[in-house]
C-alpha cells in the first residue's frame, strides 16, 4: 500500500552524527518532492527540509543549515537526512512526508532522535 | 519567515456542535502562480498528522464533508460542521507559499 517508514532514529551525544532513512512504496517516488519534519516532545511541528522529486533543489529551516542533508535515492524509493553536529534541542520525532500541491499527503510514522549526554 | 498564529489555542466543544479555528498570517500566503498554499492538518493523540485540506478550501481525500476551509490573503478558518468524539487532537494551519515552510502553534480541540 501507499506509505513512508523512516528509520535510523536512536540515542547519541552531542556533537555525534546520525543518518536518518525514508522508504516509500506504492506510488511512484521520483514524481514527489520529499520532506522532513520535526515535532519535539510535547511541541508543535517544525519544517526541516525539502528535496525537490529529482534532486535539484534543497531547503532547509536556518536552525539546521551546515549541519544537516538532506538527500534521495529514487532508484530505490529512499530520502535520507544526514544529522551532523547534533545538539540537544534537536531531539525530537522525525516524519517524512510526501508534497503533492503544495501540501503534505503522505506521513511516515516518525522516527525519534534523541541527543542527550 | 511567515509566522502562522492560530486562535484559540485550545478549544472545547460539546459534541455535535459546530467548531472554528482561525489561522492568521503575517504575510500574504499568495504566491506567483495565482495559488494560496495554506493546509490544515489533524494529529489525533499518539499518531502523525494528517492532511485534511489543502489551498485553503480543497478537502483532501477521505475527509469528511463536515470539515471546511476558507479564506484569502493573510486570514484562515477551518470549520467543523459537527463535532464528533473523533475529532479530538490537535489541528495546525501551515503555509508552503515561502520556505522555510512554517506551522501554526496547534489548537488542542477537546470534545466535551
Known amino acids: 500500500q501507499v506509505q513512508l517508514v523512516e528509520s535510523g532514529g536512536g540515542v547519541v551525544q552531542p556533537g555525534r552524527s546520525l543518518r536518518l532513512s525514508c522508504a516509500g512504496s506504492g506510488f511512484t517516488f521520483s514524481n514527489y518532492g520529499m520532506h522532513w519534519v520535526r515535532q519535539a516532545p510535547g511541541k508543535g511541528l517544525e519544517w526541516v527540509a525539502v528535496?525537490?522529486?529529482?534532486?535539484?533543489?534543497?531547503y532547509y529551516v536556518d536552525s539546521v543549515k551546515g549541519r544537516f542533508t538532506i538527500s534521495r535515492d529514487n532508484s530505490k524509493n529512499m530520502v535520507d537526512l544526514q544529522m551532523n553536529s547534533l545538539r540537544e534541542e534537536d531531539t525530537a520525532l522525525y516524519y517524512c512526508a510526501r508534497e503533492g500541491s503544495g501540501a503534505f499527503h503522505l506521513w511516515g510514522q516518525g522516527t525519534m532522535v534523541t541527543v542527550s549526554s | 519567515d511567515v509566522v502562522l498564529t492560530q486562535t484559540p489555542l485550545s478549544s472545547p466543544v460539546p459534541l455535535g456542535q459546530p467548531a472554528s479555528i482561525s489561522c492568521r498570517s503575517s504575510q500574504s500566503l499568495l504566491y506567483s502562480d495565482g495559488n494560496t498554499y495554506l493546509s490544515w492538518l489533524q494529529q489525533r493523540p499518539g499518531q502523525p498528522p494528517r492532511l485534511l485540506i489543502y489551498k485553503i478550501s480543497n478537502r483532501f481525500s477521505g475527509v469528511p464533508d463536515r470539515f471546511s476551509g476558507s479564506g484569502a490573503g493573510t486570514d484562515f478558518t477551518l470549520k467543523i460542521s459537527r463535532v464528533e468524539a473523533e475529532d479530538v487532537g490537535v489541528y495546525y494551519c501551515?503555509?508552503?507559499?515561502?520556505?522555510?515552510?512554517?506551522f501554526g502553534q496547534g489548537t488542542k480541540l477537546e470534545v466535551k
Open positions: 501551515m503555509q508552503a507559499t515561502q520556505f522555510p515552510h512554517t
Open positions: 528535496i525537490w522529486y529529482d534532486g535539484s533543489k534543497k
